[in-house]
Nanobody, 123 residues
């Protein structure tokens, strides 16, 4: 059974940084593309970033490009999201997701999800 557990969320002032981490178990991690998504209450889940099996390819949403960095450690079965220059509009619940196959921006393509971690950015 695939299990994804996010950590690292919290409160931060605008302009600050946070690092989210996702620990994966129950899967051959290096065979899965990983993604980060976010969702505010009443809104559709939004793509943030994704990384390929070995980390050689990454995708970013335009809204976070140049501020967020996704990276993975296949030896530790973790994927992380370094978030810099945070803005109040980055306030969301952030989810880690896994899928077999190539990286994708659509949340519908991901098979397994974590429980989410709250990020709140104050102005």
């Amino acid at each position: 059974q695939v299990q994804l557990v996010e950590s690292g969320g919290g409160f931060v002032q605008a302009g600050g940084s946070l690092r989210l981490s996702c620990a994966a178990s129950g899967l051959t991690f290096s065979c899965y593309a990983m993604g980060w998504f976010r969702q505010a209450p009443g809104r559709e889940r939004e793509f943030v970033a994704a990384i390929s099996w070995q980390g050689g390819s990454t995708y970013y949403a335009d809204s976070v490009k140049g501020r967020f960095i996704i990276f993975r450690d296949n030896a530790k079965n973790t994927v992380s999201l370094q978030m810099n220059s945070l803005k109040p509009e980055d306030t969301n619940v952030y989810y880690c997701a896994a899928r077999t196959g190539w990286i994708d921006r659509s949340w519908l393509k991901y098979d397994s999800w974590g429980q989410g971690t709250q990020v709140t950015v104050s102005s």
